[in-house]
């Protein structure tokens, strides 16, 4: 773990006037596998400009839940103070710690809220080690101008081969079995076991994950269905249904892979296990509210439902320990009596493989925001790239203008770097809010100071950065 090291007050949102520049991060990306293609790459690398806050003497980083120490390598490699806690934080504390941190890194249990955000007066960019960034309030965060990215394929792998497990787990009824032989029952049955070879597995949700799936499915002989909003092409021999409804009523095994969203909670409840084929299974690796469970209990109870694998629930503990009870949802003693059931403690994509491969692509993508503005793969700001600066433009600085989308801002901003040689710009706008990048040459610390402050007055602004 790096001890954090005390940094001056000054805020990224609104500096000191200073005209001197700060000490900087100046350590190069991780590298992957040298090859051919990547010595050239590092060849441009070196002759890659580091840019730095300007007026901003560090980065501090505080990081939560375990994130992988792959991230934590990178993060710290650049030179940023990094806090690392392995666990998450209760509100109090974790609105006490984000007052002055930079940027913030989760994973799925850390509730940052406009509530939370609304303390955090310096933070810049929020890495979700995860796929999910529900557990963040997007539409406040942008329209405070921090950007979020989240590591959408990393696990994709890691949730899939999961519920291959559990597909087979399920159909031999293993987990019964288990649990009986560790009391001493030796209970050698073969009733209601079956393979999985020549049954069909129904996919609600094919991205990324549904997708991967289906193809191991099929490797094992299943026949492959599977429901989504949009019209996507089959991989293999699968097939896409029309309705929830038609995949239900044929399907012997259902895994929902759906996002949380007001559409998708509850999804299955009492109506969708009745149109189930009587003795099929359930499998939820997605979000804990796609799923009705009160209404699972009773189809399991009835038999409609003959076993199921729940790897998300509605309300989770916020740390490891005795914490799955009635006190946290109020069924959970029911779900734990249930019979050929498999209750796993979101581990979906723990993984050590996983978790490497998403503690790099976060941690990847919060470098390339924090040392040169780009937003590629936020999932709450416009998608900006440009060109990264090299070391034969040594005065240029890099101006970031987030700011409403609003009619007359690029004239307003031209008027203010109109005295200048602007070598490139880009801008581009989600929604309500756009995002703007300028590469200024040939400017002063003096210059900079100026051209910042005449941003900062602009009504239009949200958060303006100036790298240097």
Not at 63 to 73: C, K, M, S, Y
Not at 355 to 369: F, H, P, S
Request: aromatic fraction near 6%; hydrophobic fraction near 40%.
């Amino acid at each position: 773990m790096t001890t954090p090291k005390p940094i001056s007050q000054s805020s990224l949102a609104r500096p000191a006037v200073s005209n001197s520049l700060s000490v900087s991060p100046t350590a190069t990306f991780h590298s992957p596998p040298a090859s051919s293609s990547f010595m050239a790459s590092l060849a441009l690398r070196a002759a890659a400009k580091q840019l730095k806050p300007f007026s901003t003497e560090d980065i501090k980083i505080l990081l939560l839940e375990n994130v992988n120490q792959t991230g934590r390598d990178i993060l710290s490699g650049q030179g940023y103070q990094v806090e690392f806690h392995k666990a998450s934080l209760p509100e109090d504390q974790l609105i006490e710690k984000i007052r002055d941190v930079h940027v913030i890194g989760i994973r799925s249990k850390t509730k940052l809220t406009a509530k939370v955000l609304q303390e955090a007066k310096n933070l810049l960019v929020i890495g979700c080690f995860c796929i999910g960034t529900n557990q963040v309030d997007l539409d406040y965060a942008a329209k405070q101008g921090i950007a979020v990215f989240n590591s959408p394929f990393a696990n994709s792998r890691s949730v899939a081969e999961l519920v291959i497990a559990e597909i087979i787990s399920l159909a031999r009824q293993l987990g019964d079995r288990s649990n009986e032989l560790h009391r001493g029952t030796w209970n050698k049955v073969s009733a209601k076991c079956w393979e999985v070879r020549g049954k069909t597995l129904g996919i609600v949700g094919y991205g990324h994950i549904g997708s991967q799936l289906s193809v191991l499915a099929e490797a094992m002989g299943m026949n492959v269905i599977y429901y989504d909003v949009v019209s996507l092409m089959a991989i293999g021999t699968a097939r896409q249904v029309p309705t929830l409804e038609a995949l239900l009523g044929e399907a012997d095994f259902v895994t929902l892979h759906v996002p949380e969203t007001p559409e998708t909670k509850n999804m299955l409840g009492a109506k969708q296990f009745e149109q189930m084929k009587n003795g099929s299974y359930l499998i939820n690796a997605s979000r804990g509210t796609v799923v009705d469970i009160p209404a699972l209990i009773k189809a399991m109870r009835a038999g409609k439902v003959a076993g199921a694998a729940l790897d998300v629930y509605p309300n989770e503990p916020a740390g490891n320990g005795d914490y799955f009870t009635t006190d946290l949802n109020p069924w959970a003693e029911e779900l734990r009596g249930l019979n050929n059931i498999i209750l796993t403690p979101h581990i979906g994509g723990s993984t050590e493989e996983a978790q490497r491969a998403i503690g790099i692509e976060v941690a990847d993508a919060l470098v390339r925001y924090i040392n040169q503005g780009v937003t590629l793969g936020s999932v709450n700001l416009p998608e900006v790239n440009m060109r990264q600066l090299t070391l034969d433009e040594s005065n240029h600085a890099r101006i970031i203008y987030i700011h409403r989308n609003v009619p007359g801002v690029l004239r307003r901003v031209n008027e203010i770097l109109g005295d200048h040689n602007v070598d490139k710009q880009i801008s581009d706008s989600k929604g309500d809010i756009a995002y703007l990048m300028a590469d200024v040459s040939d400017v002063r610390p003096e210059d900079i100071k100026e051209i910042r402050d005449s941003l900062d007055g602009l009504s239009s602004r949200i958060l303006t950065r100036v790298l240097y």
